[in-house]
């Protein structure tokens, strides 16, 4: 149920993610009505003053419950915007689209699309027709099938969650060195693993296994953009993670931008149009072999949105614009974006990262000299880094953010102590150079 005209009412979910809070905050700038979906106390999107709604619901992962919850909203108020926001609202919206439909304006791809881009051996698939270099990988579906494969894997193999739908667990996967640690770690992955397997997603609780790939001073390129329902209009930007929360993969603590990569970005056009994939999306990618390799896809708001938006890439208004189907102004709005990337900016998670520092000095699984070099970071990037939830103008989920994290930080105090022995946090090759 879309409402064309110029009252147009966005609802978020995910309000303690990075992605939610910078939506809100522009398209309140954009004078978009935006309501809030919180499900804790600490969502610090939920505490924006430019969210005009906050509703209460279960958390994401009780499925049946949040959706019954979205439909009482949908029922009360209808006609609002409805953008995904995590993994599991855009599968939860595109499954469930002919009821969410009775109540809200759908921007949703068909549920075959979702399932070639949450599932990975099938985005894999859709890469390679795409002319895209992919990692190599295995889909064993029992032990004795990983039994036969370990002697003669490319050491090390990544143990990866198939989808992160229906997960309630966040972390990238388990890392094995050879070949009696792949089977211990595997068997491990699957005791452990929470996933439900659904009609529509079959073997979710089945890992794959990839080739792992340690990267290098180049750090994980990050293509990010808008494609729209037609596949005519297009733009994206470029950036790269040079550090994340957690060891060998991790959620990124700190983005930099890129120059314009014009064959990069065509691929991912490329990717989304044999997708028949439309709205906001971020590809990521690992130098394998000395070319770009397609390791992840987006197909919804994320984390460093805000410095897409820095740099004149307006995501959640031009993904408002295609769902009312204003083509005119969307036109504009693109040719606007597509003519803007001039701005260099960083993104970074501030609070999180100094408390990712003091953690690491706790348990020495950092240098001083790569401490300071952080620190020199921060202060070098003062006037040109986008916040993940700090904001002058609207200071309060900031605050609230950081008492999410030291909230998050005690609760996982123990087990990080556990691990203090690990590998020390990576660092890309080019900060040790520039330490020198």
Same mark, same amino acid.
């Given at each position: 149920?879309?409402?064309?005209?110029?009252?147009?009412?966005?609802?978020?979910?995910?309000?303690?993610?990075?992605?939610?809070?910078? $939506?809100?905050?522009? #398209?309140?700038?954009?004078?978009?009505?935006?309501?809030?979906?919180?499900?804790?106390?600490?969502?610090?999107?939920?505490?924006?003053?430019?969210?005009?709604?906050?509703?209460?619901?279960?958390?994401?992962?009780?499925?049946?419950?949040?959706?019954?919850?979205?439909?009482?909203?949908?029922?009360?108020?209808?006609?609002?915007?409805? @953008?995904?926001?995590?993994?599991?609202?855009?599968?939860?919206?595109?499954?469930?689209?002919?009821?969410?439909?009775?109540?809200?304006?759908?921007?949703?791809?068909?549920?075959?699309?979702?399932?070639?881009? %949450?599932?990975?051996?099938?985005?894999?698939?859709?890469?390679?027709?795409?002319?895209?270099?992919?990692?190599?990988?295995?889909?064993? &579906?029992?032990?004795?099938?990983?039994?036969?494969?370990?002697?003669?894997?490319?050491?090390?193999?990544?143990?990866? *969650?198939?989808?992160?739908?229906?997960? @309630?667990?966040?972390?990238? /996967?388990?890392?094995?060195?050879?070949?009696?640690?792949?089977?211990?770690?595997?068997? #491990?992955?699957?005791?452990?693993?929470?996933?439900?397997?659904?009609?529509?997603?079959?073997?979710?609780?089945? *890992?794959? @296994?990839?080739?792992?790939?340690?990267?290098?001073?180049?750090?994980?390129?990050?293509?990010?953009?808008?494609?729209?329902?037609?596949?005519?209009?297009?733009?994206?930007?470029?950036?790269?993670?040079?550090?994340?929360?957690?060891?060998?993969? /991790?959620?990124? %603590?700190?983005?930099?931008?890129?120059?314009?990569?014009?064959?990069?970005?065509?691929?991912?056009?490329?990717?989304?149009?044999?997708?028949?994939?439309?709205?906001?999306?971020?590809?990521?990618?690992?130098?394998?072999?000395?070319?770009?390799?397609?390791?992840?896809?987006?197909? &919804?708001?994320?984390?460093?949105?805000?410095?897409?938006?820095?740099?004149?890439?307006?995501?959640?208004?031009?993904?408002?614009?295609?769902?009312?189907?204003?083509?005119?102004?969307?036109?504009?709005?693109? $040719?606007?974006?597509?003519?803007?990337?001039?701005?260099?900016?960083?993104?970074?998670?501030?609070?999180?990262?100094?408390?990712?520092?003091?953690?690491?000095?706790?348990?020495?699984?950092?240098? *001083?000299?790569?401490? $300071?070099?952080?620190?020199?970071?921060?202060?070098?990037?003062?006037?040109?880094?986008?916040?993940?939830?700090?904001?002058?103008?609207?200071?309060?989920?900031?605050?609230?953010?950081?008492?999410?994290?030291?909230?998050?930080?005690?609760?996982?105090?123990?087990?990080?102590?556990?691990?203090?022995?690990?590998?020390? $946090?990576?660092?890309?090759?080019?900060?040790?150079?520039?330490?020198?």
């Amino acid at each position: 149920m879309c409402i064309l005209n110029n009252d147009l009412s966005v609802l978020l979910a995910s309000a303690s993610f990075g992605g939610t809070i910078a $939506a809100v905050r522009h #398209l309140a700038r954009c004078n978009i009505d935006v309501g809030v979906v919180s499900s804790q106390r600490l969502d610090a999107a939920a505490w924006s003053r430019h969210a005009t709604h906050v509703y209460s619901a279960p958390p994401e992962s009780q499925g049946s419950s949040f959706l019954e919850r979205l439909v009482a909203i949908g029922a009360a108020d209808p006609g609002k915007i409805l @953008l995904p926001t995590s993994d599991e609202t855009a599968w939860m919206y595109t499954e469930n689209t002919e009821l969410l439909a009775r109540y809200f304006c759908m921007y949703q791809p068909s549920i075959a699309t979702l399932q070639r881009i %949450l599932e990975k051996k099938l985005l894999a698939d859709a890469a390679i027709n795409a002319g895209l270099t992919v990692l190599p990988s295995w889909g064993p &579906r029992t032990i004795d099938d990983v039994a036969k494969l370990a002697p003669n894997l490319p050491y090390p193999i990544l143990i990866k *969650p198939r989808t992160h739908v229906h997960r @309630l667990r966040s972390d990238k /996967g388990i890392v094995a060195y050879s070949s009696n640690e792949l089977l211990n770690k595997y068997q #491990l992955f699957v005791d452990r693993e929470r996933a439900a397997d659904k009609p529509l997603l079959t073997d979710a609780r089945l *890992p794959i @296994l990839q080739q792992f790939v340690r990267v290098g001073r180049e750090g994980v390129h990050s293509v990010t953009g808008f494609i729209d329902r037609t596949g005519e209009l297009f733009v994206s930007r470029s950036a790269t993670k040079v550090l994340q929360r957690s060891q060998p993969m /991790g959620v990124g %603590l700190c983005f930099e931008s890129l120059p314009a990569a014009p064959a990069l970005s065509e691929a991912v056009r490329r990717l989304c149009r044999e997708l028949e994939y439309f709205g906001i999306f971020e590809v990521e990618f690992v130098l394998f072999d000395g070319r770009w390799a397609v390791i992840d896809f987006n197909p &919804r708001l994320f984390n460093q949105i805000g410095m897409d938006i820095r740099r004149g890439m307006p995501l959640p208004f031009l993904a408002c614009l295609d769902a009312v189907g204003d083509t005119t102004f969307l036109r504009e709005a693109v $040719a606007k974006a597509q003519a803007q990337d001039n701005e260099r900016v960083v993104f970074c998670d501030s609070f999180a990262l100094r408390a990712f520092l003091f953690a690491q000095a706790l348990t020495r699984r950092m240098s *001083p000299k790569d401490r $300071a070099y952080w620190r020199a970071w921060l202060r070098k990037h003062a006037d040109d880094a986008v916040d993940y939830a700090a904001d002058g103008n609207d200071s309060i989920p900031g605050i609230i953010h950081s008492l999410s994290q030291l909230h998050l930080g005690v609760k996982a105090l123990p087990r990080f102590m556990r691990l203090s022995a690990l590998d020390a $946090a990576w660092t890309p090759r080019a900060v040790i150079q520039e330490l020198s």
